[in-house]
C-alpha cells in the first residue's frame, strides 16, 4: 500500500487569504506581526475567461496579490479582489469556510497587551482556557479579527511544558530563518504560526480531504468547550513544518456556503510539490476533485518560472499545487526578503 498524500509533495507553500485592503492588511502583517514584504505582485487582469478557468472567480475579477513572510516557516499570501457582487463580511467564527492563524506566544496576557498597544484592537471576549479532552486543556488563548478581515488567536503552551507529544510545535525563535532576518517581532514571545484553522460543515468529510487526499497525520480529535458552544477538534500534522486545526461548531449551519477565493475571507492552501503535473493528475483522479485549468507556468515578473494550478475540492476548499523553480527568484536580485523555501524538504521530515 503506498501512503495517502499528494505524489512528491513537500511542504505547505502558503496559506492565502482575500483581505478587504491590502495596504491595511501588509502595514499590520510587518508592523503587529512582525512579518517581512516578500514581494508584491501587479495587477492581475484578464479580458477573455482566464480568471474564471483558473481562480474560480468571475472573469473580470482584479487581483492585487502580496506576500509575507511571518516568522521561521509561514508564507502568507494576501489577496485584494475588486469585482462586482463581492462578499465584503468574512465567515463567522462557526460558519463554513471561516480561517483563522494560531500564533504561539509565551504570555497570552502579555501579546494581548502588545497587540492593543501597537493596533488599538482588544481580544473577543475574555482570554480562555482550553478545555475539554484535548492535549491543549489548559492552554491560554485570546482571539482577534482585523477590520479587514484576518481572524486570528494568540495561544500559549499547556500547563506542564513540555508539549504533549502528541502535538508538533513550530521552532523558534520567530527570527529563526534563513538570509537576513527582520529584528524581533513587535509581540514579546512571539514563536511561530502554530496552526492554520478551519471551520468546517462535516469534521468527518474535511478529514478524508486533508489526511486521505492530502497526507496529513491526525495528531488528535477531540470534544472541546468553547465561547460559542460545544465543539469538535481535530488537528493534523500538514508535512514537516504547519498544522492544520479543523473545528466543527454544534450550532454551525452547514447550509451556509463557503467564501469564493474573490470574497473578503476566502482562501486556499498551497502545497508544494516536486512535480506540479503529476500532482495535478493525481488530485484529479479523487472524487469530488477538479482541477481548474491546466498547470501553468509564469513568464516573467517577480516570480518567474513558478508552475501552479488551483484544485477545487468536494469541501469548497481550495487546494493550490505549486513548484517554485530551483535557484533565484527574480525579485531576490533586488531585496534580502526570502520567502520560507521548501528546499529540499520532504512530506515525512519532522
Known amino acids: 500500500m503506498t501512503r495517502p498524500g499528494i505524489p512528491g509533495a ?3 507553500d502558503h496559506v ?13 502583517a510587518v508592523d503587529v506581526l512582525g512579518g517581512e514584504v516578500v514581494y508584491r505582485l501587479p495587477p492581475l487582469a484578464r479580458s477573455d475567461d482566464w480568471m474564471s478557468e483558473h481562480l474560480d472567480v468571475p472573469p473580470r475579477a482584479t487581483a492585487e496579490i502580496a506576500l509575507i513572510r511571518l516568522g521561521p516557516t509561514t508564507n502568507l499570501e494576501l489577496f485584494q479582489y475588486t469585482v462586482a457582487g463581492q462578499a465584503t463580511t468574512p465567515p463567522r467564527r462557526h460558519d463554513p ?4 492563524l494560531g500564533f504561539l506566544v509565551a504570555d497570552v496576557a502579555e501579546a494581548a497587551a502588545a497587540v492593543h498597544r501597537l493596533s488599538g484592537l482588544t481580544p473577543q471576549g475574555p482570554v480562555q ?3 475539554g479532552r484535548s492535549p ?3 492552554a ?6 482585523t477590520p479587514w478581515g484576518l481572524a486570528f488567536e494568540l495561544q500559549s503552551p499547556p500547563p506542564g511544558a513540555p508539549d504533549p507529544a502528541a502535538r508538533h ?3 523558534g525563535p520567530w527570527t529563526n530563518r534563513d538570509g537576513a532576518p527582520p529584528g524581533p517581532p513587535p509581540i514579546t514571545g512571539l514563536r511561530g504560526v502554530d496552526h492554520i484553522g478551519y471551520t468546517v460543515a462535516d469534521l468527518d468529510e474535511a478529514l478524508a480531504v486533508f489526511a486521505d487526499v492530502l497526507g496529513g497525520e491526525l495528531l488528535h480529535r477531540a470534544a472541546e468547550t468553547d465561547p460559542d458552544g460545544p465543539v469538535e477538534v481535530a488537528t493534523l500534522r500538514m508535512g514537516p513544518t504547519d498544522n492544520v486545526e479543523l473545528r466543527t461548531f454544534a450550532g454551525t449551519d452547514r447550509a451556509v456556503p463557503p467564501p469564493r477565493n474573490c470574497d473578503v475571507g476566502g482562501r486556499h492552501l498551497a502545497v508544494h510539490v516536486r512535480d506540479v503535473d503529476a500532482a495535478a493528475r493525481h488530485l484529479a483522479a479523487r472524487p469530488g476533485f477538479t482541477v481548474l485549468g491546466a498547470p501553468e507556468t509564469i513568464d516573467d515578473g517577480p516570480i518567474a518560472g513558478d508552475r501552479w494550478v488551483y484544485v477545487r475540492s468536494p469541501i469548497g476548499l481550495h487546494v493550490e499545487v505549486v513548484r517554485m523553480p530551483d535557484g533565484a527568484l527574480p525579485y531576490e536580485r533586488t531585496t534580502a526578503a526570502r520567502r520560507a523555501p521548501a528546499g529540499a524538504l520532504s512530506w515525512t521530515d519532522r
Do not use: M, N, Y
Not at 469556510?97 to 483563522?100: L, S, V, Y
Not at 491560554?140 to 479579527?145: G, L, T
Open 140 to 145: 491560554c488563548r485570546a482571539r482577534f479579527r
Open 136 to 138: 491543549l486543556a489548559g
Open 129 to 131: 482556557a482550553a478545555g
Open 16 to 28: 492565502a487569504l482575500t483581505v478587504a485592503d491590502l495596504d491595511a492588511a501588509t502595514a499590520f
Open 169 to 171: 510545535r513550530p521552532d
Open 10 to 12: 513537500q511542504r505547505v
Open 97 to 100: 469556510g471561516h480561517q483563522h
